[in-house]
């Protein structure tokens, strides 16, 4: 494990972050994580580097009692089942399950059967649709070998809780890159304040974007000054996974601009979203339990005013900023905890040179902070 932004005086923004700097510092929402790593190189066995990351928005029952939700495509190039729903009806109902690409109608499916041995009205009274999510690990995961399996996902599922989240080359991030370096998950999070009451915005980044010479920190170029690290047939493009959570009274029209301002915190990082690179990201807002039924089909709920006259200061810009500064520092965890790791047909993806890194950001005079 390597260190994470903050630990190196290199966290991102003026807002505080929560107790974790995770997502898991928005109330009752909990990430669990399966690693899977199989087969030695040149032995002649299946080499997987994959697993899979769950995201439960709240511990009761997902599939009776949704939330609010919204999602962008910064570049569209991947797949995010469930959009149609979320962009339809404005409610996610489901956990959010990241897997590799190869791997999503399992994902899907293995999923689809948890929620409905679990609640007899799935499939009975309405049927389940999940959201589950990905990036591909193939540069370092042999793909035809199909190696993940769905215990892989009841475990992420069911293993799911609170506290801190492990980071780097874990997860559905077991197998990606960065800026062709080792990629993976990363997470964030920051405390506000709105008409005196807290509020947290947390973020989590599954990470395989990026060309080296784009990588920018703190708006230093330091992909350009490791541009003489790079090997030949490194991997190219990929894809990134950004979820927002948030307890903050959100519509599903404002979270889906939520969403759009995790687009501010990659690009800070150097991300263009890439022709064949699937940024895509989603929000969702913990603050109304939206039933399926009840005595009344009127449900009362909160929201946080929006479209206030402008010299009246608008409450989303502290909401917008605290998705932009946690999407670049979860970023930048996910460089900077990956490891090297080594893949299919002697496939390599290193770690960042920290020592290098750090020298070249003193240089450029990036503010370093305790």
């Known amino acids: 494990m390597g260190h994470r932004a903050r630990d190196l005086g290199l966290g991102v923004g003026n807002l505080p972050t929560g107790p974790n700097n ?8 909990r990430v669990g994580l399966t690693t899977v790593v199989e087969g030695e190189p040149g032995t ?40 149609l729903v979320v962009d339809e009806w404005g409610l996610l109902n489901s956990p959010v399950v990241i897997v590799d690409t190869a791997h ?61 989240v492990p980071e780097g080359s874990v997860g559905s991030a077991t ?15 920051r405390v506000l304040e709105i008409a005196g009451e807290r509020f947290v915005v947390g973020v989590l980044v599954n990470t395989n974007y990026g060309h080296r010479h784009q990588l920018r920190i703190h708006g230093a170029p330091v992909g350009e000054h490791l541009r003489d690290t790079l090997r030949p047939g490194t991997q190219k493009e990929g894809s990134c996974i950004v979820v927002i959570a948030t307890d903050v009274p959100l519509h599903p029209g404002q979270l889906r601009r939520l ?28 603050a109304n339990l939206i039933p399926r039924e009840g005595e009344s089909p009127i449900d009362d709920v909160r929201l946080l005013r929006g479209g206030q006259f402008w010299t009246a200061g608008a409450p989303l810009d502290l909401v917008f900023e605290a998705v932009a500064d946690a999407t670049e520092e979860a970023s930048l965890n996910a460089l900077f905890c990956a490891t090297t790791m080594h893949g299919r047909n002697g496939h390599v993806l290193h770690a960042i040179p920290l020592e290098r890194t750090m ?4 240089r ?6 305790a």
Request: proline share 6%; with cysteine.
């Open 175 to 189: 197998g990606t890159q960065l800026f062709e370096f080792k990629g993976g998950i990363g997470t964030s999070s």
């Open 22 to 29: 995770a997502i898991t510092d928005v109330p009752d929402v």
């Open 44 to 83: 002649g066995t299946p080499v997987v580097r994959s697993g899979v990351t769950a995201i439960v928005p709240h511990g009761g029952n997902l599939f009776r009692e949704r939330v609010f939700a919204g999602v962008s495509a910064f570049n569209g190039y991947g797949v995010m089942t469930a959009s």
């Open 359 to 362: 020298e070249f950001l003193e």
């Open 104 to 164: 999503i109608g399992m994902g899907y499916d293995t999923v689809a059967r948890w929620m409905t041995a679990a609640d007899p009205a799935v499939g009975d009274l309405d049927v389940a649709i999940p959201l589950v999510t990905e990036c591909d690990a193939g540069f370092l995961s042999d793909n035809r070998s199909f190696g993940l399996q769905p215990e892989h996902v009841i475990a992420a599922l069911e293993g799911a809780g609170p506290g801190p």
């Open 364 to 369: 450029w005079r990036v503010p370093v902070r």
């Open 259 to 286: 969403a759009r301002r995790a687009d501010a915190g990659l690009a800070r990082t150097g991300s263009c979203a890439n022709d064949g690179s699937g940024e895509i990201a989603l929000a969702f807002s913990t």
